[in-house]
């Protein structure tokens, strides 16, 4: 059984950082895209950034560009977002998710970490 | 405001049968990207319920099935029960965004 558990959420004040975790099981974790998708309060899923297996293609919304960094330790089986500059607008349920690259979809998701920005 | 349009809620009585719309564009669903659709419980991760416009992943009740015509899809839930109550998002990918994108989510009630 797949299995996606992150954690590392919090409160943080406007400005601060933060560092996202999510670790697999069940998986051949170095063959999968991994990705971060988030919903805030009131709005719908926005994908925030992508990672491919071998760590040499990332990519980011705009809204987190030049904020956040994605990165991965296959040998630990896991996931990583480093999250700089957090605005309030950034208050969300974070999640990571696999990403089934030949159809377009996310198959696998962990249960998701609250990250709240609030001074 | 998403990029891919879903009514904000839908309801039905147990054993009704519901669909839920996702309206796009020429840019996503009317280029011909695959529709994917995933219930949100509270507390839970979500599932992906329907892949490829049309198919379902193992598990999955067949009760759930998706559809996808020009611009728009749609979700039909048959036999509703109490554990459907749940948030369904639709997701594809428009060329013109270059990415993924989401509906803004429904809300279905089960009465």
């Known amino acids: 059984e797949v299995q996606l558990v992150a954690s590392g959420g919090g409160l943080v004040r406007p400005g601060g950082s933060l560092r996202l975790s999510c670790t697999a099981s069940?998986?051949?974790?170095?063959?999968?895209?991994m990705n971060w998708v988030r919903r805030a309060p009131g709005k719908g899923l926005e994908w925030v950034s992508s990672?491919?297996?071998?760590?040499?293609?990332?990519y980011y919304a705009d809204s987190v560009q030049g904020r956040f960094t994605i990165s991965r330790d296959n040998a630990k089986n896991s996931l990583y977002l480093e999250m700089n500059t957090l605005r309030a607008e950034d208050t969300a349920v974070y999640y990571c998710?696999?990403?089934?690259?030949?159809?377009?979809?996310?198959?696998?998701w962990g249960q998701g970490a609250q990250v709240t920005v609030s001074s | 405001q998403s990029v891919l349009t879903q009514p904000p809620s839908v309801s039905g009585a147990p054993g009704q049968r519901v669909t839920i719309s996702c309206t796009g564009s020429t840019s996503n669903i009317g280029a011909g990207h695959s529709v994917h659709w995933y219930q949100l419980l509270p507390g839970t991760a979500p599932k992906l319920l329907i892949f490829g416009s049309s198919s379902r992943p193992s598990g999955v009740p067949d009760r759930f099935s998706g559809a996808r015509s020009g611009t728009s899809a749609s979700l039909a839930i048959t036999g509703l029960q109490a554990e459907d109550e749940a948030e369904y998002y639709c997701q594809s990918y428009d060329i013109s965004l270059s990415g993924v994108v989401f509906g803004g989510g429904t809300q279905l009630t089960v009465l």
């Open positions: 069940g998986l051949d974790f170095s063959t999968y895209s």
């Open positions: 990672i491919i297996g071998d760590s040499a293609y990332r």
């Open positions: 998710a696999t990403w089934m690259a030949t159809s377009g979809y996310f198959d696998y």
